[in-house]
């Protein structure tokens, strides 16, 4: 299944649109049905109005009426793979306090870690 899940984020992040900063982010989110569903990050010329893979990824999730995440595959050009940002910890805590997360580039480096180990202490309003 992971081979499958980074195989999505690679094809999502060639629809990356990175004109800024050159680096191009797929994801693919798991959902407990076994759907996949692919983000990338979208940049603006107006830095802050940039939006990264994972967060795209689960905001689409969302938007289509799915909450539940298995896991999620990120896909940079990073060696070692790169890891999700603050703000998308926080978002995917939001919804999967513990999701296992895999971290690929085009080399084929793997990284399997969790979301709480990447974000222990997750915020919670209540
Ligand atoms: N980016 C992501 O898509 N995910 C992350 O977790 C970190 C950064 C994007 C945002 C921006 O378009 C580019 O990578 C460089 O920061």
């Known amino acids: 299944m992971n081979k499958n899940l980074i195989e999505q984020a690679k ?9 800024y900063s050159n680096y191009a982010v797929g994801a693919a989110l798991l959902l407990d049905n076994g759907e996949i569903i692919q983000g990338a990050n ?9 939006v990264c893979a994972e967060r795209s990824a689960v905001f689409t999730a969302i938007s289509k009426g799915f909450r539940k995440f298995k896991a999620i595959a990120v896909v940079t050009e990073s060696s070692p793979p790169a890891s ?7 978002v995917l805590a939001e ?5 296992p997360i895999v971290l690929s580039n085009p080399q084929g ?18």
């Open 95 to 99: 919804f999967a306090p513990d999701l």
């Open 42 to 50: 979208v940049e603006n010329a107006s830095f802050g109005g940039t």
């Open 84 to 90: 999700p940002c603050g703000f998308c910890r926080q």
């Open 109 to 126: 480096e793997i990284t399997e870690t969790n979301l709480a180990t990447l974000l222990p202490m997750q915020f919670r309003l209540k």
């Open 11 to 19: 094809q999502a992040r060639e629809n990356a649109y990175a004109p």
